[in-house]
């Protein structure tokens, strides 16, 4: 047995010094990065960018009453969120003059009022200012609306 004791410890002996007489490779450190962190908080792609509408006609809603409305209807990507700060400008096409219009809501002194409900923003004459059947003036006249998101 001791011949095969000694055939192993040779062999052993044997690939410690193949080892330590290898040639090392010129392998660069590796560098671990900081650990990043990721924000848990989703950021609003739409802050910044303002859409224009263009050609809206001012039409009487069938469903709600008969009153005057401008729609920009079905637009889920832009106005499924409700709680967005934005800021909405209408003009006719008959002018270069944009007017800011205020949220629907009590009390407030614009001309014009706007709400977003069912992804989709409608525009209305200030009903707090201007009686629903003092309308008609409006009725068919084509307006652009601007949506800035703040």
Not at 11 to 40: G, M
Request: charged share 15%; with cysteine.
């Amino acid at each position: 047995m001791k011949p095969i004791l000694k055939f192993a410890a040779c062999i052993l002996l044997s690939s410690v010094a193949f080892t330590s007489c290898k040639k090392e490779n010129d392998v660069p450190p590796v560098v671990i990065p900081p650990q990043i962190k990721l924000s848990t908080s989703l950021q609003d792609s739409l802050t910044g960018p303002e859409f224009i509408f263009n050609e809206l006609v001012w039409a009487y809603d069938v469903d709600g009453g008969g009153n005057l409305y401008i729609g920009v209807e079905n637009r889920p990507e832009i106005f499924s969120n409700i709680n967005r700060t934005i800021e909405v400008s209408v003009k006719p096409d008959s002018s270069n003059t944009w007017t800011t219009i205020e949220k629907f809501q009590y009390p407030n002194s614009s001309e014009y009022v706007y709400s977003i409900y069912s992804n989709s923003l409608f525009l209305f004459h200030n009903p707090h200012i201007f009686p629903w059947s003092a309308d008609t003036h409006l009725a068919g006249k084509v307006f652009s609306v601007k949506v800035k998101f703040l």
